[in-house]
Each structure stands twice: as structure tokens, then as C-alpha cells.
């Protein structure tokens, strides 16, 4: 099956672009893909942003693109596995722009393996990236967090087989479903502290990371396009508009949600193997 031409609309924000004026961001996992795309929705809106991830060379290219943009941009590499590393990195911010009104926990780290070939050192790898840092980055942010209470939001970066499952990705399904739950967990914990805190579970997303570990063929991409009522991968920028949503006070109800963003999918009756 050939995938048929994108229908996806155009890149234009939907949103004003003083949304998120006055607002500062941290996104992690922000140098590449989604997290790149978020990053840059963000500054768009107005907010300064601090991206974070282990590779310093994905992170200056995108504070470079936030400074052309006219706002404060701050890169620092952290493992988010490393809870003293995501410490110091919560110093920083401190010292920087003072508090934090946006937390994305989008970190991750993904391979295709089956579970009777997955090494402990690869699930502990996957686990410890997705779900043992989105709970270091979130508990390390909430003193800044509460400076900003009233508006202040975190959304972890899910994914949609968190709610079911898929094959060949156990390790990534089990820590991103362990997110989902500690979502609503600090969703009603925070709730008192003026922190809204949601999910968004993209399905497939056309980037280079994602189609060089999760549908490196063109066999694997046109079956799973197959499965998608939309008959398309999302963009990037269509998460990123969805992490602005929920981070303006336009989503200032919403806590403890779970956005699906993947066309149809979780819905379809076409599955996988069929």
C-alpha cells in the first residue's frame, strides 16, 4: 500500500500570538522532534524556554531559533535519569527567570525489540528515562511550579499504546502507561497547589527519530498508515499546538486529562496483523 498524499493542514499557530506571553517553559527531551516543535510553539506564543536533553548539540540549534524569535532561551544538557543532574538543572532555571509556569516531560527513549530479546539493561534503559524521569523532573520543578500557581501546568508525552498495547514496544508501552497514572496521581496531589498537570498520547508522528526507530521500513510506515482513519502521520507542530493549548489559560479546567492526538487510531477497527 502506498501511503496516500498529506492531507495535514498548514503550520499555522490557531492561537494568538501573545498566548503565553510572560510565561516561562522547560521542555525535556527538547532537541529534536516533537520536543524541538513544542520548544519553538512555545517561544512563538511568547513564553522564554530552557530545552533540556543529554546532547548539547541538539539544544543549541533550537535556543538559537527561540532567540531569533525575540525571546530568553536557556540550553542545558541533563540526563533526566540523574536526580542531583535534574536538581542542578532546576538551579539554573531558578537563577535565570525566577520561576516556571510550563512543564513538558517529553524525555523518552524507544526501540523496537520483543520481549524474549529485550536485555533487563534495555528495559531498565527505556523505564528509567520515560517513567523515573518524568517523576525526577516533575518533584525537582514543583517549588518552582508553585511560584507560578494559578497557571502553572505540567504534560507529560505519552503515548497512545499506554492505554492498550503494541507489539515490540513492551518497554516503552509499560513506562509511558506507569506516566499515565502518575499524571492523574499529581493531578489531584497538585491540584490544591494551583498546578494543572495532563498528558498528551500522540500516535504516529512524523519525525526522523521516530521513523528511524519505530517504522524504519517503508513495509512497516504503510501498515501502520493502513490503521489510521486520517490516512496520515501528524506533524510535529500539531503536538506542539496541543502542548500550547494546554498549557494557556485556555485549558485553566483541564487537569488530569489525557489528549489523544493520532487521527483515529485508538478507534479504528483496522488493527495490525489483520
Known sequence: MSAPPS???????????DLLAGYTALVTGGGTGMGRAMALAFADHGADVVVASRKKEHLDPVAEEIRKRGRRALAVPVDVRDF??????????????????????????????????????????????????????????????????????VTNIIATYAYA????????????????????????????????????????????????????????????????PLSRFAEADEIAHAAVYLASDAASYVTGDCLIIDGGLSWSTRFLGE
Open 7 to 17: 492531507t495535514a493542514p498548514a503550520k499555522r499557530s490557531p492561537y494568538r500570538p
Open 84 to 153: 542531583a543532574r535534574v536538581e542542578a538543572l532546576r538551579d539554573e532555571i531558578e537563577r535565570e527567570f525566577g520561576a516556571l509556569d510550563i512543564l513538558v516531560n517529553n524525555a523518552a527513549g524507544n526501540f523496537l525489540a520483543p520481549v524474549s530479546d529485550l536485555s533487563p539493561n534495555g528495559w531498565n534503559a527505556v523505564v528509567n528515562i520515560v517513567l523515573t524521569g518524568t517523576f525526577h523532573v516533575s518533584k525537582a520543578m514543583l517549588p518552582l511550579l508553585e511560584k507560578r500557581a494559578g497557571r502553572a501546568s
Open 165 to 228: 498495547a503494541a507489539p515490540l514496544v513492551a518497554h516503552s508501552g509499560a513506562a509511558k502507561a506507569g506516566v499515565l497514572n502518575l499524571t492523574r496521581s499529581l493531578a489531584l496531589e497538585w491540584a490544591h497547589r494551583g498546578i494543572r498537570v495532563n498528558a498528551i498520547a500522540p500516535g504516529p508522528v512524523d519525525t526522523e527519530g521516530a521513523s528511524s526507530h519505530l517504522f524504519p521500513t517503508p513495509e512497516i510506515k504503510d501498515r501502520i498508515l493502513s490503521t489510521v
